[in-house]
């Protein structure tokens, strides 16, 4: 069982940044493949970015070049660092984990969401 925990969302400008944070419970953070997603309000969950437990990471084309994720498996914790926000950024920000996964889902692990919203 794993747990996740966000935390670093808030209201920002339009061109302004933040740094969200997911921080996991358990011994084999390292083995997990770690994703954020958001979900805007009316509108589907979307796919935001992903760090496998191998390194490799992939990015929505709506996100590429201003958001960047990373993550430190010594605090069990993945980062999302987003500049240049956007008013469509605006959304809930979920974090999710899976065990060797190369793509996350619904049967993978859920935070409770971080809310972003970016005023113009």
């Known amino acids: 069982q794993v747990q996740l925990v966000e935390s670093g969302g808030g209201l920002v400008q339009a061109g302004g940044s933040l740094r969200l944070s997911c921080a996991a419970s358990?011994?084999?953070?390292?083995?997990?493949?770690m994703g954020w997603f958001r979900q805007a309000l009316g509108e589907e969950r979307e796919f935001v970015a992903v760090i496998r437990w191998i390194g490799t990471t992939d990015y929505a084309d709506s996100v590429k070049g201003r958001f960047s994720i990373s993550r430190d498996n010594a605090k069990n914790t993945v980062y999302l660092q987003m500049n240049s926000l956007k008013p469509e950024d605006t959304a809930v920000y979920y974090c999710?984990?899976?065990?060797?996964?190369?793509?996350?889902?619904?049967?993978?692990?859920w935070g409770q969401g971080t809310q972003v919203t970016v005023s113009s």
């Open positions: 999710a984990a899976g065990s060797r996964k190369m793509v996350l889902g619904d049967d993978d692990y």
């Open positions: 358990g011994r084999t953070f390292s083995m997990y493949t």
